[in-house]
């Protein structure tokens, strides 16, 4: 479903053994000049129906049920470029971005392919 790298992962538990938190919360919002932004948060994990839980060992991915079909295939990487360290978002879906590179847009029709496979979960 996400295709998390090993950079990212090694990342994710160095915060996590800083910051105490059981899972990472991925999602998408409106939002931006470009239509959405992404949601990368660290949280406790949570029992919600609206949410899905994906176990990836020491740490899960909580994601709302209406960001799935926005995110599936996507590729979760972790990124340094310069002096800048960055968790990065790979996703084929996407067709454009501002250019502050935090507001993103969707091919839609793409989407829509996925939201048998989001009902389905």
Not at 43 to 65: E, H, S, W
Not at 83 to 101: A, D, Q
């Amino acid at each position: 479903m996400i295709e998390i790298t090993n950079e990212a992962i090694a990342k994710i538990l160095e915060k996590q053994n800083k910051e105490n938190f059981d899972a990472i919360r991925l999602g998408i919002t409106g939002g931006g000049c470009a239509g959405f932004e992404y949601i990368f948060d660290s949280c406790n994990d949570v029992v919600d129906d609206t949410l899905i839980r994906l176990d990836y060992g020491k740490f899960a991915v909580i994601i709302d049920k209406i960001s799935i079909p926005y995110l599936v295939g996507m590729t979760l990487d972790y990124q340094k470029e310069g002096l800048n360290e960055v968790f990065k978002f790979i996703n084929p879906k996407e067709t454009s971005s501002c250019g502050c590179g935090v507001s993103i847009n969707f091919d839609l029709e793409k989407v829509n392919e996925d939201k048998i496979f989001a009902v389905e979960l």
